[in-house]
């Protein structure tokens, strides 16, 4: 206990001439004179601003250490809100400092917290309670504050009053701090991301998302990529469904001439038709076009095509030679091409170009043959000759060209 000063022995004193009152005021004094006729309290509180009160009357409030009274039986006592009223018996003697301790217990209720999440951090005021669920707990009577938080939830926080003697109930709510998504896609294999950042492969996909604006999107070789743009909410579930569409390649036009009727052609090593054939919608990008016909070299070319463009390809075939195999009867007869000697029989199969041809072959003492033929591209003509021998009239052999009109 603090030791008086002089201002509290003065004040003392004038309580001593005083008659009136029998209290002094609690303050910072130092104790009175003693009084032979008189006894001194010294009275400890445990709680300040407690009301003291002496035989059922109200004297000031704690810190009150110092009151004068008479020989006699008295009855202290404090009273606080939220404590339970103490009080005491004491016997003062004349002269005598009597030093008397009321220790202030608190009234106490039962508080029964329940969380809508298991092992949530409960606290009441600051202080760490345990995991819910909790037990049913002691509070001092009045109001508190009340915590609940868990990773993953939002922290929430209450205001709960405690009665003198009740159980009170509290219930928190824990909310999610983050939304839901459940993305669904409608191809195996698809990649699916938030905010250009991978986030798994589908079909199906469960994520947690931070409360904002999301761009949600699934993406796969050969289909056009899918996104949306969502909202989502602390708390939400957002289902999300993307239909894979197959990625069409942008397409021009290709037309395809061919000097040739009847010419197979053929784009990518695909039969597309026969010359002459119409426009073809294809594919942008390089393509091999080909042209073929029995008896003509075929005829092949790479082209670009660019999309929604017209392309034009024409293709020039050019035919092959045809063969002419020339049989005649007898041996060493001279053999005749367009009016030209090309050997003496027999003669190998000549290469001739497309087209109308003369054949002719003479020999000493035979009648002189020609014969007219047609050779296609490609094809293989035999010519054969049976010589007749001269007759008698006819003897000399006239050394001139065999023409063939």
């Not at 250490?65 to 009273?79: F, I, K, M, N």
């Not at 035979?366 to 293989?380: F, H, L, M, R, S």
């Amino acid at each position: 206990m603090k030791p008086l000063c002089k201002q509290s022995v003065a004040m003392l004193l004038l309580g001593l001439l005083s008659p009136a009152v029998p209290l002094l005021e609690a303050t910072n004094t130092d104790p009175p004179i003693s009084d032979p006729s008189h006894g001194l309290l010294v009275l400890e509180v445990s709680e300040d601003g407690a009301d003291v009160y002496t035989d059922n009357k109200w004297v000031g409030v704690s810190p009150f250490p110092l009151q004068r009274l008479t020989p006699a039986v008295h009855v202290v006592g404090a009273s606080k809100p939220g404590f339970l009223q103490e009080s005491k018996t004491i016997w003062i003697t004349s002269g005598e400092t009597l030093h008397v301790a009321l220790a202030l217990k608190p009234l106490k209720g039962i508080l029964w917290v329940e969380a809508s999440e298991d092992s949530a951090l409960v606290e009441i005021d600051g202080m760490r309670i345990g995991l819910s669920p909790v037990s049913p707990f002691q509070l001092v009577v009045g109001e508190h504050v009340l915590r609940a938080r868990k990773k993953r939830y939002q922290t929430e926080t209450m205001t709960v009053r405690v009665s003198s003697g009740d159980t009170t109930r509290a219930r928190i709510e824990l909310r999610p701090d983050h939304g839901v998504i459940l993305v669904e896609v409608s191809e195996e294999d698809a990649e699916i991301y938030v905010d250009n950042r991978s986030m798994g492969i589908g079909p199906f996909l469960r994520r947690r998302l931070k409360p904002g604006v999301h761009v949600v999107g699934a993406s796969k070789p050969g289909f056009l990529q899918e996104s949306k743009i969502i909202s989502i909410a602390a708390g939400d579930t957002i289902r999300i469904f993307f239909e894979f569409q197959i990625r069409r390649p942008p397409k021009g036009v290709l037309q395809v001439e061919v000097s040739e009727m009847g010419a197979l052609v053929e784009i990518d090593g695909k039969r597309k038709g026969i010359s002459p054939v119409d426009l073809f919608v294809i594919e942008a990008g390089t393509h091999v076009v080909v042209a073929s016909k029995r008896g003509y070299f075929e005829s092949r070319t790479r082209v670009r095509v660019t999309p929604r463009d017209t392309m034009l390809v024409a293709l020039k075939l050019a035919p092959r030679p045809g063969i002419v195999l020339i049989e005649v009867s007898e041996a060493s007869t001279q053999v005749y091409i367009d009016n030209k000697q090309v050997g003496m029989s027999p003669v190998p199969a000549y290469e001739l170009a497309p087209g109308v041809h003369a054949i002719g072959v003479r020999k000493f003492g035979y009648i002189e043959e020609a014969k007219i033929i047609a050779v296609a591209p490609g094809d293989t003509v035999r010519v054969a000759f049976e010589l007749n021998l001269r007759s008698s009239r006819h003897e000399a052999f006239i050394d001139e060209e065999i023409i063939v009109k």
